[in-house]
């Protein structure tokens, strides 16, 4: 089977192609596999970097600088390759934002594996982790908005929401795969970095069964990648990734421009900042927080064994918000944040005075199901204050706000817990609690918003 091109535009066709075959189970698995791998690297990596930091005496803020720059890539650079989902091979961009991942990963663990046998300052150590980090964060992004645009162009209508459900819950599911397996790849021989070496030969495996599994993309008709924020232990809906609206488009394929300054989504996208730079301001601080509170700077192995419990802990809350909790009580816009914000203030609040595992999990999972029923909520409510026809428009926004909170809070967090203990968490408490007295004032009620519509 030949492969796609690097990267050269596609025909777009409107009409159904003869090759452009429905997805069969070996297909949508390696299309879920590289929508996993992604995120379980990512946040394997988030529950070991603590402990990696503490080895090479680097201060918790370099430590936290480190995801925020890749943070930043990701923000400028998802954008440009869902424009080019419909432009460009998807198969392409799939290898592509593999070829990231997998480098990344290697490269950078690599440096850290040489800093910690002492062959170069701890700051060269991070210095070069922070470069190689970047290919993650500029590549690694082509490849969710591939992902989703491939399998919205080869499946019908009646079964796109399905599909897209499950493109949506391996993000998620790998939130929870990642700090899981991460204590279990740590060996002797490589050490702390080893878990970055074992994710690197996975996405090669991935990117040989993406090569040998799944066809050239001709696709049937258009289907724009939407963006996906770098995923951390929070996971995304299943909405964030959704069909896109053709009729909305001009002839040139661009969707009507949307202004953030637009009344009608901007009290969602006030309550996406907020509440979304309280979430990542507590997600930046947690992996140092259970090394000091347990006790566990000079426990390496036990230390991310602990960290990585408390991340899935959180992220299994998460799941249950957003994948039970909300669909099974059919919670609208306004209830979800409202209700996500109460939990979000009593979960932080709970970590913020516990001094035992226990007590961490339980706080952070509370903060989690909070927020993971915030995240869909103001979605939702951003996405239903807009016609169809801008719904391109509203996703792009919603996703930089989503990603804009992951570049400097989680970082600002960790200066502010250094030098001030327990501030960071009363700070997203009390964020929490004014965001819900305004989104209670002022954000509308679930009834009037679908009246609206």
């Known amino acids: 089977m030949a492969d796609s091109p690097d990267l050269e535009p596609l025909k777009r066709t409107t009409a159904i192609v003869p090759d452009a075959k429905p997805i069969d189970s070996t297909r949508m698995a390696v299309l879920f596999s590289v929508m ?91 210095i070069l982790f922070a470069v190689f980090r970047s290919l993650y964060g500029g590549l690694g992004s082509a490849a969710p908005p591939a992902v989703q645009a491939y399998v919205a162009a080869r499946t019908a209508r009646a079964d796109r929401t399905k599909a897209l459900s499950l493109i949506a819950s391996s993000f998620g599911l790998g939130t929870i795969v990642g700090p899981a397996i991460a204590p ?9 970095s080893s878990p970055m070496f074992a994710f690197a030969a996975i996405g090669i495996g991935v990117m040989v069964a993406l090569a040998l599994k799944l066809p050239n993309d001709n696709p049937g008709f258009k289907a ?61 601080i947690i992996g140092f927080l259970v090394l000091d509170r347990l006790g566990l700077r000079g426990d390496p192995e036990m230390g991310i ?4 419990l408390v991340l899935m802990s959180g992220a299994a809350a998460t799941l249950l918000a ?7 009580l059919q919670m609208g816009p306004r209830v979800s944040v409202l209700w996500g914000m109460i939990l979000g203030a009593f979960g932080c609040l709970i970590i913020g005075l516990s001094h ?43 996703a ?38 305004w989104g209670f004032k002022t954000l509308k009620l679930d009834e009037q918003v679908d009246a609206d519509r």
């Open 36 to 126: 996993l791998v992604t995120a379980s690297g990512n946040t394997a990596m988030q529950s070991i970097l603590p402990t990696i930091g503490t080895q090479l005496d680097i201060p918790d803020f370099w430590v936290s600088a480190a995801f925020s720059w890749s943070a930043l890539l990701w923000v400028y650079t998802a954008p440009k390759w869902a424009r080019l989902s419909d432009h460009r091979g998807r198969k392409a961009l799939m290898r592509l934002g593999m070829i990231g991942f997998t480098t990344s990963f290697a490269l950078a663990g690599l440096a850290l594996f040489l800093g910690l046998l002492g062959w170069y300052s701890a700051l060269w150590t991070f």
């Open 305 to 308: 064994r602990m960290t990585g």
């Open 356 to 398: 035992d595992l226990h007590g961490i999990i339980i706080g952070f999972a509370v903060a989690s199901l909070g927020f993971g029923l915030f995240r869909p909520g103001f979605t939702a409510g951003a996405s239903l204050a807009v016609k169809r026809s801008e719904q391109n428009g509203v996703a792009g926004i919603v």
């Open 322 to 328: 957003q994948w039970g909790l909300i669909p099974l």
């Open 184 to 192: 279990l790849l740590v060996i002797p021989v490589l050490g702390l």
């Open 224 to 284: 724009r990648g939407v963006v996906t924020s770098e995923p951390y232990s929070s996971a995304p809906s299943s909405s964030s990734l959704k069909d896109e609206d053709e009729d909305g488009e001009d002839e040139n394929g661009l969707p009507p421009r949307l202004r953030w300054g637009d009344d009608r989504v901007k009290p969602w996208l006030i309550t996406g900042v907020l509440g979304g730079n309280a979430h990542a301001l507590v997600l930046g």
């Open 400 to 437: 930089s706000v989503n990603g804009m909170a992951f570049i400097v809070s989680p970082a600002i967090g960790v200066l502010l817990y250094t030098y001030a203990g327990p501030l960071p968490f009363w700070l997203a408490t009390t964020a929490c609690v004014l965001l819900f007295a």
